[in-house]
């Protein structure tokens, strides 16, 4: 079963604009995870981000996290056209470290 | 050098027939991983191992078999392909079980005619 549900499903936005795509999931972790897929391709690890931890930011990326709502936002600022591609999150279960569970995903597509 | 990488990069066969998908990964990771993704893009664990040992077996069909040899290689065998078994394959690996990051292989797409 999907640990994690990303929303939206798609998102389209205009170059140069922020991106925000949520991400939902059911237990308690010990960490989520963000990772981007281009088209055809493996899948990239962006950021990860523990549980005692409320933010983190990498270049343009600014991930949050709150356990107590079970949720985690990842935003993009300043989008480029090589943004585009589809985002994952990932947890691992609080009580299984030794593997993560993906979310549906959000394709996300950027308009020159 | 390519981190995790995975051969072939596609195959096509017959039902019925055995395959087998190669990984490998150079950064002296512990952990390796075996996902698949369906045509809607869900990602789903199918085999972990930490340092040539099976630690997680996701309810996967017995046709499935994975093949440690050494930490730097976890094989996927599937025997008597089905259409169902149509998929992007992933390898993957991580420092250790915890708190790490994965590093993805670029995949193997299957195709069962």
């Known amino acids: 079963s999907q640990q994690g549900e990303e929303d939206p499903q798609a998102l389209s936005i205009q170059e140069g604009e922020n991106a925000t795509m949520n991400c939902s999931y059911k237990t308690s972790i010990n960490n989520l995870q963000w990772y981007r897929q281009n088209s055809g391709r493996g899948l990239v690890h962006l950021i990860l981000?523990?549980?005692?931890?409320r933010e983190k930011h990498s270049g343009r990326l600014r991930v949050t996290l709150d356990t107590s709502k079970k949720s985690s936002s990842l935003l993009i600022t300043a989008s480029r056209a090589a943004d585009t591609a589809s985002y994952f999150c990932?947890?691992?279960?609080?009580?299984?470290?030794?593997?993560?569970?993906f979310g549906s995903g959000t394709r996300l597509s950027i308009r020159p | 050098d390519t981190a995790v990488s995975q051969t072939p990069k596609y195959l096509v066969t017959q039902m019925g027939n055995d395959k087998s998908i190669k990984c490998e990964q150079n950064l002296g990771h512990d952990t390796m991983y075996w996902y698949k993704q369906d045509s809607k893009k869900f990602l789903k664990i199918m085999f972990s191992y930490n340092n040539k040992e099976l630690i997680i077996n996701e309810t996967v069909p017995n046709r499935f078999s994975p093949k440690s040899p050494d930490k730097a290689h976890l094989n996927l065998h599937i025997n008597s392909l089905e259409l169902g078994d149509s998929a992007v394959y992933f390898c993957?690996?991580?420092?250790?079980?915890?708190?790490?990051?994965?590093?993805f292989g670029s995949g193997t797409r299957l195709t069962v005619v």
């Open positions: 993957a690996s991580s420092q250790d079980i915890g708190d790490y990051g994965y590093t």
């Open positions: 990932a947890t691992d279960g609080h009580s299984s470290a030794s593997k993560i569970i």
């Open positions: 981000i523990r549980s005692n931890e």
